[in-house]
């Protein structure tokens, strides 16, 4: 008899569990803004959210960073001033809630560093910046996220982190998307040329002949 009952408790709560799932699920699909900055300010409305399925966030993370990174976008200017102050608060609140669901995310933390950065929260930044560095050190793509990023934070990017965007160069000189990032900067930069310089003799001769033909196509 108890045991008949636990289970018909069970049963409901997987019910009720299910329903909100489905329901927060659905709150993703709502989002009708047909740009980054739209999409943030309706969850920083509670118009939509950004939903408990892995791909939902991840494409919220996205529209953050790519919103946060080009503050002078048409659709950033199109948002009212009070909208625009909403971008980075609610993009932090999206990467802590996608890094609470799985604290293994490095581009959560990408996000929670450029939302942090756009806050002129400096002591996050950089916490959330070596996070990303410990969680996805090996994963080229968000790399290239974090070498935006430090290119751009100059100063603020701790000393104690080089070593790590050390490695993110190494990373993607050996990648096939990420040497034609480096070769641009390479070209475009001295700092960034100098940095270069110095590793270049950590690579393989191979990686480094790929490399030097990748700067001869930039200059042209």
Known sequence: MFGGWAMAVVAVFAIALGARTVIGETRVYLATGNTGAARIVEVAEGRADIGLATQSQKAFLLDCGQTLTAQISPAVLALTPEQRGLLAPTCRSIAQRAIAASPTNAFAYVIQAIAAASMGDDEQYNQS???????????????????????????????????????????????????????????????????????????????????LSYVRRQIG
């Open 129 to 211: 910046l070596q996070l990303s560095y410990l969680t996805g050190l090996n994963e080229e793509w968000i790399a290239e996220w974090r070498l935006l990023l430090v290119q751009r934070q100059g100063d603020r990017t701790s000393a104690d982190l080089a070593n790590y965007h050390d490695d993110d160069i190494r990373l993607m000189i050996r990648s096939f998307r990420g040497i034609s990032t480096i070769a641009a900067y390479f070209v475009s930069n001295d700092a960034f040329r100098d940095r270069v310089t110095a590793l270049l003799d950590s690579l393989s001769p191979a990686d480094q002949s790929r490399f």
